[in-house]
């Protein structure tokens, strides 16, 4: 008995003696991170350098845009949640107010890193004076325009449009270029990618434009007349196609890209496709400017990261949080893959010098908004949204007071419940 | 595909091969034309949507649009097969999915079927009904319930959980078709059988199962086909990129930003999802039909 | 039907389906039923507000409107789809090759997916991108390309179009089926009495089809009812709204907007509807057949 008992502890000491030799014996784990389809080609490049540099893995579920929040909600439902959660930024307050995500405040808090990102994400991110995440794939809107037609058309091409009129004056010069040259283009029917582009626009010429709750006013401010009556103006010039009034999105960048449009809305993203699918065209970019000269926005959007509650590795998906907030992970993993970084301080980095549009993007974070509301869906996102009616009646039925003030009746009662 | 299912009252003549001419049979140059003009007219959308999916992408979402492709590529193809987990493991789930559906809509509705056809079952009418309700149920809303339901049960993120969603849906019509075939085959058939001395359930194994092929075949493709081309429910019930079904992958392949679509890849991957389901309606059409004629004769 | 054979027995062969059924249908939609009657949201929480969802449905606008449009698009539809359906039928019904060839390019569409096909013909009808308008310009139909989702009616062409494309083949093998059951002698009688084609048709195929017809009507016209997909993909329910369906506000309602109690009384309504549209139409049959 006594022989056997000591074969016995020579096993064990020789196993724990192989095992620390070899390395902690603990096994590694591999979480499940959800992300957005628009961010299937940028989360990637984070996620495979941390998969190269770390034992525990990260696989990711690609979901389609429009079915994030259901399938997140009903997975919460169900108990059936993924270890980490990457989604449109703009779906934070009522994520957060719903209790789905879990309160990383403390540890973020102590992450100098974190100090340095986006003052816009952090906002967003907090509820109630707790964080919940933070900034992950960032985008931002910016103005683009075509400097072949801007030549073409007797205009400096270094020169881009300033002021709300100027994109008028600029578009109405372009125009005349030819029947199938258009000066201006917006997708007409789709409330997205108007929020993101369009609005900025209203915020810079003075507007607030969606409201927290029941009190405070929607669409507030002269920017929203001023950029719907541009819009109209130009519509009825004929400077807008004509089909960009059925455009629900599905051609967002087509008409930009077949270098036949001559100024538009649209994000970061579209710079790194334009390089690969129309490396000929000579494009160049600016912030989404206001009335007056010097005046500017844009729209903070993109993805963040945040901890769904019930994540089964939620210390791990921590540590991976705090990771692309690193040096190495903004810059290698997104400046170098043409991404913009969350953290401000890396705006202007090495990657970005070769590449001077992406630094003009990086900085139209720092004066861009976004807007901390319930019901995002409800009042912009949706189908029958009270923003996209608004732009509509305005725009291509000419009714610009009739359409704001209804607008503002609808979201106000939308924002009261 | 000579005939799906026997609805005709003459249940006596879908049994004998037909050799004298039909009220409707004709031929002519006239109608021969007209088929023509269908074929047509039926084929110009998938030969336009295989035409864009073999063009470059940018020709393929080019304005204004051209039918034939200026330069030939597989571009859009190579997109879809590299997608994400790789286009054969969404077909693999597809296909377990799909051969779930099958085994469950044919394992239940063939004895339902069989009870309701041939055994004067109390409140008949009342017990098909409830069998046929979930023809005018929106099966979207009762997703999230049933999603709940599954994970309590363990089966959410599983083959199954999701096969039996697909059959919720596509029962009812299972259940309706071999009604129908068990009802018009024919009573001599039967009661040969009963003076052999089989029991109810060798009588569905040797006569009417047989008798019935040709509806059964109709039930496993059209199970096939709502189960692979299904997509909302797909998306509530997996929760891994690796559980994915191919109708998820396809609106993954064609999202960009703001919902701006590739076209290329939208055309490529409808093309990649046809293929399947075209095999399995081309290979079933062949049993289908030799099941007919071979059927009831004596 | 053997006298000696049991109902029971019946009822047993019929239990697994009953069971499944109980469990995975009827269970689901008394919780739905439940949901209704509550202010429960997508994000969680509500509590039991009795009938005050089926109050609020009364009042909306929204839902009535797209009532009213999902029924012009089944009026529309159906009698489109049974035609030509019951056309085809009658055009491929010989065995000769070409009828078969037919029949078979005919039915593909149906074995398509129909996000796919919607996504198909959502490209096809684009004003940019799409083949449609160069094709009535290449044909000289139009002259200039037309925007077809911009006008509510010209966006319900087009998904209709799209309907009757991927959907007329399987009316027309259900057509086929019940035309290929009818007796020959009947028709032999007829054509020895000097018939002709036409005659035969509407004096022996139609009435000796009526049930396959007036059953594939009554299934095309649920479906139709409960059209939501084709509409999510083409239009997305514009132009402003005039383009939604009453499935398609229900999930408006329960997904976009998070109102999973409000969504679940618009689906019993939905179907409260349809029930008795249903049953309508089938004790309308069973009266017309004399049962």
Redesign the interface.
């Known amino acids: 008995m006594g022989r056997s008992n000591w074969l016995r502890g020579g096993a064990l000491i020789a196993a724990l003696a192989a095992s620390s030799i070899a390395g902690p014996a603990i096994a590694a784990e591999t979480l499940t991170m959800w992300v957005r389809a628009s961010a299937a080609n940028a989360a990637p490049h984070l996620v495979d350098l941390w998969n190269s540099g770390h034992a525990d893995k990260i696989a990711l579920t690609v979901i389609p845009d429009n079915q994030m929040v259901s399938k997140l909600a009903t997975g919460v439902k169900a108990g059936e949640v993924p270890d980490v959660i990457s989604f449109d930024l703009i779906y934070m307050p009522d994520f957060m107010r719903a209790g789905f995500l879990t309160d990383i405040t403390d540890q973020m808090k102590a992450d100098p890193n974190f100090a340095k990102v986006a003052p816009a994400f952090t906002n967003l991110a907090t509820y109630k004076d707790r964080i919940y995440g933070t900034g992950f794939t960032p985008d931002v809107s910016i103005l683009i325009y075509n400097k072949d037609l801007f030549r073409k058309a007797g205009l400096d091409p270094d020169k881009p449009p300033k002021t709300l009129d100027q994109i008028h004056e600029d578009a109405k010069k372009i125009r005349a270029l030819g029947s199938d040259i258009y000066g201006f283009y917006f997708s007409g029917a789709c409330p997205g990618c108007n929020i993101f582009t369009t609005s900025p626009m209203m915020v810079a010429a003075g507007a607030k434009i969606l409201p927290r709750n029941g009190d405070e006013e929607p669409l507030d401010g002269p920017g929203v007349k001023q950029v719907l009556q541009l819009f109209r103006d130009m519509w009825t010039e004929g400077l807008i196609p004509k089909s960009a009034q059925a455009d629900n999105g599905a051609n967002f960048t087509a008409n930009f890209k077949s270098g036949k449009v001559g100024i538009q809305g649209a994000g970061g993203f579209l710079i790194s496709d334009l390089k690969k699918d129309a490396p000929n065209l000579d494009f160049g970019v600016a912030f989404l400017p206001g009335a007056k000269e010097g005046q500017a926005s844009a729209f903070v959007g993109g993805d963040v990261v945040a901890i769904p509650k019930g994540s089964k590795h939620a210390d791990i998906a921590l540590q991976f949080i705090k990771w692309e907030l690193t040096d190495e992970a903004q810059l290698e993993g997104l400046a170098k893959n043409n991404i913009l970084p969350s953290r401000v301080d890396l705006a202007d980095n090495k990657y970005f010098q070769s590449e001077p549009r992406f630094v003009t993007t990086a900085k139209a974070v720092g004066i861009g908004y976004v807007p901390w509301v319930f019901h995002f869906n409800d009042m912009v996102n949706s189908d029958s949204s009270p923003w996209i009616q608004m732009i509509e009646a305005a725009v291509f039925d000419g009714k610009v007071d009739e359409s704001i003030a209804a607008a503002k009746a609808k979201m106000k009662d939308i924002a009261s419940d | 595909m000579s005939a799906l299912v026997d609805l005709g009252p003459n249940a006596s003549a879908a049994a004998t091969p037909r050799r004298r001419p039909h009220p409707a049979a004709r031929v002519s140059p006239l109608l021969g034309a007209l088929c023509v003009g269908v074929i047509a007219i039926m084929l110009f959308p998938l030969l336009m949507c295989f035409s864009a999916s073999i063009k470059t992408a940018q020709e393929a979402s080019a304005v204004p649009p051209h039918y034939w492709p200026a330069a030939l590529s597989v571009e859009n193809y190579l997109k879809v097969f590299r997608y994400q987990a790789g286009l054969p493991v969404y077909l693999a789930n597809s296909f377990a999915v799909a051969a779930l559906t099958i085994a469950l809509c044919v394992g239940l509705g063939t004895p339902a079927a069989y009870g309701l056809a041939r055994f004067p079952v109390p409140a008949k009418e009342l017990v098909f009904l409830v069998l046929l309700s979930g023809l005018m149920i929106p099966y979207q809303a009762l997703l999230t319930p049933l999603y709940i339901m599954a994970a309590s049960l363990g089966l959410a993120n599983t083959y199954l959980g999701l096969a039996i969603v697909h059959t919720v849906v596509q029962l009812p019509f299972s259940i309706y078709l071999l009604r129908n075939s068990f009802e018009e085959t024919p009573r001599e058939l039967e009661e040969a059988g009963i003076v052999d001395g089989c029991n109810s359930v060798q009588l569905l194994r040797w006569i009417f199962l047989p008798a019935a092929a040709p509806a059964l075949i109709t039930v496993t493709l059209f199970a096939f086909i709502t189960s692979w081309n299904e997509f909302l429910a797909a998306l509530i019930f997996m929760n891994k990129e690796t559980a994915f079904t191919v109708p998820i992958m396809l609106v993954g392949v064609r999202q960009g930003h703001f919902g701006a679509v590739d076209w290329g890849a939208l055309q490529a991957g409808v093309i990649v999802s046809i293929l399947p389901c075209l095999a399995i309606y081309l290979l079933l059409q062949r049993y289908y039909v030799s099941g007919f004629l071979s059927g009831a004769i004596k | ?2 006298p000696s ?10 239990a ?3 069971l ?2 109980a469990v ?6 008394a ?2 039923f439940v ?1 209704s009657l509550t202010n429960s ?5 509500g509590e039991f507000i009795g009938w005050r969802n089926y109050l609020r449905a009364y009042r909306d606008a ?1 839902f009535w409107q797209a009532l009213v449009f999902t029924c012009k698009y089944t009026l529309i539809i159906t009698p489109i789809l049974m035609i030509l359906g019951y056309g ?1 039928a ?7 090759r ?19 096909s919607s ?6 009808f ?6 449609v308008n ?1 094709l009535l310009q290449d044909v000289h139909l139009i002259a200039h ?1 037309i ?4 006008d509510a009616n010209l966006g319900l062409a087009a998904v209709i179009a799209s309907i009757v ?1 991927k959907v007329v083949g399987f009316g027309m ?2 057509f ?13 009688a ?2 020895i009495d000097g018939a002709s ?1 036409w005659r ?2 509407l004096h ?2 139609l009435p ?2 009526s ?2 017809i007036l ?1 594939t009507t009554l ?1 095309s016209a ?1 479906g139709s009812m ?1 059209a ?1 997909d084709q509409f999510y993909v083409m239009t ?6 005039q383009t ?1 369906t009453s ?1 398609y506000w ?3 309602n ?5 109102k ?1 109690g409000y ?2 009384t618009l ?1 019993v309504i ?2 409260a509807i ?2 008795s549209g ?1 049953t309508l139409q089938l004790l309308l049959m069973r009266r017309g057949r004399g049962t």
């Open positions: 039907m053997n054979r049991s109902g029971y027995v019946g009822l047993l062969y019929a697994p389906a009953l499944f059924v995975f249908v009827l269970y689901p939609l919780q739905l949901t949201s997508l994000l969680g929480g929204t085809l009658l055009l491929t019904l010989s065995a000769n070409l009828g078969k060839l037919t029949r078979a390019v005919v039915f593909l569409p149906v074995v398509i997916g129909l996000g796919s996504f198909l013909w959502f490209w096809l684009d004003e940019q991108v799409g083949l160069k390309p925007v077809w989702f911009v494309w093998i259900l086929i089926a019940a035309l290929q059951a009818i007796d020959a002698e009947v028709n032999e007829a054509l084609y035969r048709i022996i195929a000796l089809t049930r396959a059953l299934v649920i409960l939501f997305a329910g514009g132009p402003e709204s939604f499935l229900i999930y408006q329960s997904f976009i907007y998070f999973l969504g679940a689906s939905l179907m349809i029930l249903s």
